[in-house]
């Protein structure tokens, strides 16, 4: 073995950085919750409400997905879960620094749907 080769065993490869960031933002409502706190500070029925405007003829999000996508953004680091501590529980999510850089990067992605799929097909069609 020449030392390039083990030099290149040793090191380990750099994960993909569209591949990590599919990752991170895969799932149907991600994005869409870091949008709706890019306004300020959310509870969890102020984020659930948010998710349900303008989804016509779309199931609601049960809380057990909604846990599961909240969960996963912070571990991501985008988002930040505050508990108060009070009863009944008190709990507020909020954007971490890292989250709201990310908000421009979601920006782009909405401008772009509105020029793109503006049209009623086009819509129908991305639904799918």
């Known amino acids: 073995m020449t030392k390039a080769m083990a030099k290149a065993r040793a090191t380990p490869s750099r994960a993909c950085p569209v591949a990590a960031f599919q990752k991170m933002i895969s799932g149907k409502y991600k994005l869409r919750i870091v949008w709706d706190l890019k306004d300020g500070p959310r ?3 102020e984020i659930r409400s948010g998710l349900l405007r ?7 999000i049960t809380p057990r997905v ?3 996508e909240l969960k996963a953004l912070t571990q991501s680091g985008l988002i930040d879960r505050k508990d108060f501590g009070e009863v009944p529980p008190k709990v507020e999510y909020r954007l971490t620094r890292k989250g709201r850089s990310f908000v421009p990067v979601v ?3 909405r401008e772009w749907g509105e ?3 503006g049209e009623p ?4 069609d991305a639904a799918e």
């Open 66 to 68: 909604l846990s599961r």
């Open 115 to 117: 020029r793109n799929l």
């Open 121 to 124: 097909a086009a819509l129908a």
């Open 43 to 45: 509870r969890y029925g």
């Open 107 to 109: 920006a782009a992605i």
């Open 54 to 60: 303008g989804t016509e003829g779309s199931a609601e």
